[in-house]
């Protein structure tokens, strides 16, 4: 049986963890694990942790002196590709799939005088990796796609008066990918040879946020990230039956190829508010806008003329993504049960980028989901707090009709059928 992987494999620091993404696209919203009970409701005006860098920097004049955080979600993805009537030549296979993987964060934030504060958060926003055996009905269009990310977030934050903070941070960030597809379906040996994409850069961005105190009940955070610019650099590769003809290097066994793209992952608007009914209940609200439409499509360019066929400057192949911008709402709640206790609940609605079934990718076969989330916070002092949470992510049933066959590479028609289901923790400790 055929086995699709989705995995994210961000780096931390200098160690690489793996997860599956679960968030609409190949975003994560996995910065922080006490978000999750509350299907990250409220999420740029929480700022209970130091993790609001990410969401909302203007959320550390909220902390205490000093505090670190960290925190790890475990995810488990679900899925099963159906073929209704698929036209890839020599190619075939269903594929069943899922993968256990894990997102790590980590936060460090400190006051430098009685209004001012600084922090640094390290995370992935973005990654993805689709993989499946070869072969199978979708090889020719892609057998692996990796996305890694890695950000860096120093920021600053400064409380210019009782009901406003206002905050901001720069975003360093590096981006590899590596895809690999068979080379088309017209032949067993054609099939089994592959060409294989690597492209890596870093690209600079920045985020900024306020938070608005409006009675001691209710706070209002709005908060914005930019966009990250990548040209990125890197070779194909290709290697099979078809890589050498009677000696000659056709598309040479082990040969590499310069190649060059450029993608702007997309911006992101935030604005969360909380509000105390009283004592025990609080509630939570989060509306959120993506970007996506900066990635209409991916040119992969040829970045030297050699006697394989490749011209310096000519598009080797487009990837025609064709996103669209989308929307996120959640709502979220909290009961204090105790002075060390609290219960929280989630549920939200996560669009895709994916316009249709004829634009959706066999590397990226992501639909609209609703999130359901529980969790619960523990405060055994008061400098020191334990957030768990648990959530189910319900995707819509899936089709895709990905007709690339003037390009050799088929028309892959069927069904997915997806889930996920979240676990984390996060520890946060003041100094």
Known sequence: MNQTKLRLIPALIAIAFSGSAAAAGFQLLEQNASGLGNSYAGSAAVADNAST??????????????????????????????????????????????????????????????????????????????????????????????????????????????????????????????????????????????????????????????LFTIMPSTKLGLSYRSTTEYDLDGDFEFAGPLAQVSGAPLFGATVNRSAKASITLPDTWILSATHKLNDRVELLGDVSWTGWSSIPKVDVINAQTTGLGAVEGNIAQTLDTDFRDTWRVAFGANYQLNDAWKLKAGIAYDQTPVKGDSTRLVSLPDNDRTWFSLGAQWKPSKTTTLDVGAAYLLVKDTQIDNNQTAAGRGRVTGDYDNQAFLIGAQLSMAF
């Open 53 to 210: 860098i990410f969401f909302n920097p203007a959320g550390m004049t909220q902390l205490q002196d000093r505090e670190v955080s960290a925190g790890l979600a475990i995810i488990s993805t679900q899925y099963q590709f159906t073929n209704t009537s698929s036209s890839t030549g020599v190619l075939s296979g269903n594929s069943d799939g899922g993968a256990i993987g894990l997102v790590p964060n980590a936060y460090l934030s400190w006051r430098l005088s009685k209004d001012i504060y600084a922090g640094l958060g390290i995370g992935a926003p973005f990654g993805l990796m689709s993989k499946y055996d070869n072969p199978w009905y979708g090889a020719a269009q892609s057998v692996k796609f990796d996305i890694q990310t890695i950000n860096l977030n120093p920021s600053i934050a400064w409380r210019a008066n009782e009901w406003l903070s206002i905050g901001g941070g720069v975003n360093y960030q590096q981006l590899k990918a590596e895809y690999e597809r068979a080379l088309t379906v017209t032949s067993a040996s054609a099939a089994a040879t592959t060409a294989t994409l690597n492209l890596d850069g870093s690209a600079w961005g920045w985020n900024v946020g306020a």
